[in-house]
């Protein structure tokens, strides 16, 4: 049994989907379902007995010792955050109470269930603290990549809070011993991603026929990987990696915003062309985010060497197999797109102008 946290967002779902379908054994998955968690991620998993859902709050450490002694997970996965930079710009409060305060309290449950356990139960326990490259600040055009051994820069609150959940998980393994492990990873896209982020909401307004609102100049590099071969760089480190370490993943595809957007458009001119012209025709700029990091890119060079680990797909081939989702999926894109989300939309972007 593996204990899964934030198993309902983005990373999490496809995380499980992918465990469970691939005969890995049972996970118990649990997330207090906030705005961006979502029960319809985990269709497949409908009915499937290696699939436990529980709605609780990392937060609420009494819960999740509880959980911890009652499934008694050989791992725990640590995926629940706040994890939208332009949210934490407008409302902080949650990124700290969840990434910082509710990796506090799940790391205590999980220190004194592993106190608890005996001989190799002990030795075999796993707690993965997922964490993001943004920890590590922005680059400038020339600057190396991101290592493991980066100093850490945040700039937004939300990398900030990121941070120090994972100065937290260190201190854990440093101090008390505990057997964690950490994964910094770049920018992800793929299936059941929430439409506030960049990938998602451009293939929505496009097909709505809405502006396509590029932040600045549309300069801001980034680094995507798709969310499969995250997830399998995961399971890598969990698997083989070295307990207390850390392990940057990244598919070395630094892009920047406004090439992803138009590949967006070109991927649509020819999967679901407009009347006429190209989508293209929607792109706006808007006013920047405040503190908007310019680029991000990961060296994935440990992984690589030390755990074989590379990825499976490339930019074209995962960003094609990204759009085709979005299109043959209108009944997620509609029941996703609530009341919370179109007033996320007029908040962040009714003056942006
Ligand atoms: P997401 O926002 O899509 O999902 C987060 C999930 O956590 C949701 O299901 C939500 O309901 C749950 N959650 C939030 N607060 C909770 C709480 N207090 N208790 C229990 N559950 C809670 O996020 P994501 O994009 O899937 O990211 C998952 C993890 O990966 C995060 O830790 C994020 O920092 C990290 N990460 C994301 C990216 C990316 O590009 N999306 C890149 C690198 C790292
Ligand atoms: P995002 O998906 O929010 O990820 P992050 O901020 O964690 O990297 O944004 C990716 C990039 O796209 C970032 O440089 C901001 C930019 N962006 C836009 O230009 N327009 C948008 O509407 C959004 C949401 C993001």
Redesign the pocket.
């Given at each position: 049994m593996i204990l899964v946290?934030?198993?309902?967002?983005?990373?999490?779902?496809n995380f499980v989907l992918d465990w469970i379908s691939t005969g890995l054994g049972p996970v118990v998955n649990?997330?207090?379902?906030?705005?961006?968690?979502?029960r319809e991620n985990l269709a497949a998993a409908d009915g499937n007995p290696d699939h436990v859902f529980v709605q609780?709050?990392?937060?609420d450490q009494d819960r999740m010792s509880a959980l911890m002694a009652e499934y008694r997970p050989s791992r725990i996965l640590?995926?629940?955050?706040?994890?939208?930079v332009d949210r934490s710009i407008s409302g902080p409060g949650?990124f700290i109470?969840?990434?910082i305060d509710?990796t506090f309290s799940l790391l205590q449950a999980a220190l004194g269930y592993w106190r608890g356990l005996e001989g190799k139960a002990q030795d075999d326990f796993r707690f993965l603290h997922?964490?993001?490259?943004?920890v590590y600040g922005s680059l400038g055009p020339d600057d190396p990549a991101f290592s493991e051994t980066t100093p850490y820069a945040p700039n937004s609150p939300y990398s900030a809070s990121?941070a120090a959940s994972d100065h937290l998980v260190r201190a854990y393994h440093h101090t008390y011993g505990l057997p964690t492990l950490t994964t910094?990873?770049?920018?992800?896209?793929g299936p059941f991603?929430?439409p506030e982020?960049l990938i998602p909401l451009m293939i929505l307004n496009a097909l709505d026929g809405k502006a396509l609102p590029v932040y600045g100049d549309g300069q801001n590099v980034r680094d995507w990987l798709y969310v499969g071969d995250?997830c399998s760089g995961i399971r890598r480190v969990l698997e083989a990696g070295r307990v207390g370490e850390t392990y940057n993943i990244g598919g070395k595809n630094e892009l920047k915003n406004l090439d992803v957007v138009h590949t967006i458009c070109r991927l649509l001119d020819e999967m679901r062309p407009r009347a006429s012209g190209s989508y293209a025709g929607q792109i706006e700029f808007v006013r920047d985010r405040p503190g908007h990091d310019r680029r991000y890119a990961i060296d994935p060079r440990k992984i690589e060497s030390e755990l074989g680990w590379t990825p499976a797909e490339t930019f074209e081939t995962g960003f094609r197999k990204t759009v085709a989702w979005f299109l043959e999926n209108p009944a997620w894109v509609e029941h996703v797109r609530s009341g919370e989300y179109r007033k996320w939309i007029d908040h962040n972007y009714g003056s942006r102008g």
């Open positions: 946290t934030g198993g309902a967002g983005f990373i999490g779902s649990v997330d207090k379902l906030t705005y961006a968690g979502n609780a709050d990392i937060c640590h995926f629940a955050a706040e994890s939208h949650e109470r969840t990434n509710g997922v964490s993001t490259d943004e990121k910094n990873c770049s920018n992800n896209y991603q929430f982020k995250h």
